[in-house]
């Protein structure tokens, strides 16, 4: 099973605006989304294939597919990702900065589409990472 990476959604004001982040990024970027970073991960060969699990509000929210990595213009590494938020579980998580690994069997299950009303994520801000954690940590969620 491929490995992960989690990121913090830096900027963004919801999970709406990272979808359109992210659709914003493929319009310009032939189909695909594209973070920069100066360093390619150590373990880059072992990511493809996995998924970038985005953090806001303290929360694991959502993912995009890792489709690999490859060099910028200006040198620095673009990690290239599928442009669209499949939901997860939410699960907290504390803020980092860059990315950081995250095992295949740490990794939060995916929500069906056909399991939420409208085929949306669900909104991280209906409770707050802390929270969360809080409630997961007494074993209530």
Do not use: C
């Amino acid at each position: 099973m491929p490995l992960h990476l989690t990121k913090i959604a830096f900027g963004v004001q919801s999970i709406d605006d990272l979808r359109q982040r992210l659709e914003r990024h493929a319009a310009t970027s032939e189909g695909e989304a594209r973070l920069h970073t100066r360093n390619l991960p150590k373990r880059a060969e072992e990511l493809v294939g996995g998924s970038l699990y985005w953090i806001y509000a303290h929360t694991l929210v959502a993912r995009s597919p890792l489709l690999g990595f490859t060099r910028a213009e200006d040198g620095r590494w673009a990690i290239r990702l599928e442009p669209r938020l499949i939901p997860i579980v939410a699960t907290p998580r504390r803020a980092h900065q860059g990315w950081r690994y995250l095992a295949p069997e740490d990794a939060p299950p995916d929500i069906s589409l056909a399991d939420l009303p409208d085929g949306t994520v669900p909104d991280a801000d209906a409770m707050p990472g802390n929270l969360a954690g809080e409630l997961a940590r007494l074993g209530l969620i």
